[in-house]
């Protein structure tokens, strides 16, 4: 009797784990992977998604933040949002609040693979663009000037 419990309580405990998993993989099935460029002076937390947020540091805009599962529209047009707060500095804010919030158009999506470009810049202006590859620089900051025309930003 107790190995035909031992036996269905491992069986429960598969299944239930197995289903987890799968949900959780549905969720981040068809994210990209995110590039965040920080070019202010503090600290920055940011979210592209509900219930999701990220790190990145201050001046930091080398091209080295990475976020493998860091974006996924609702749906394939869905206007992006994309709001963040100052999480160092004198205008650093509480966890739950985020003043910085802005609504972008889907930026325009190339074939393939892609991934996700993101800039924060000082006085709440952000820029997004997806590319086959982003831009990196090993010593420094990348130029803070906005490289063609498929980005989409609020300024």
Do not use: C, H
């Amino acid at each position: 009797m107790l190995a035909v419990i031992a036996v269905a309580a491992g069986a429960y405990v598969y299944v239930e784990r197995s289903q987890t998993q799968n949900v959780q993989r549905s969720a981040l099935e068809g994210s990209v992977a995110v590039y965040s460029y920080n070019f202010t002076q503090y600290d920055v937390a940011y979210s592209l998604m509900p219930g999701l947020r990220w790190f990145v540091k201050a001046n930091s805009a080398t091209g080295s933040n990475l976020q493998l599962f860091g974006y996924k529209p609702a749906v394939p047009d869905a206007p992006m949002q994309i709001s963040w707060r100052y999480d160092s500095g004198p205008q650093e804010t509480a966890e739950e609040d985020y003043p910085f919030v802005v609504t972008l158009p889907q930026p325009r999506r190339p074939a393939g693979a892609v991934v996700l470009e993101l800039r924060i810049y000082p006085d709440g202006k952000a820029a997004a663009r997806y590319v086959t590859r982003p831009l990196v620089s090993e010593f420094s900051n990348v130029d803070p000037a906005l490289p063609g025309n498929d980005w989409v930003t609020n300024q």
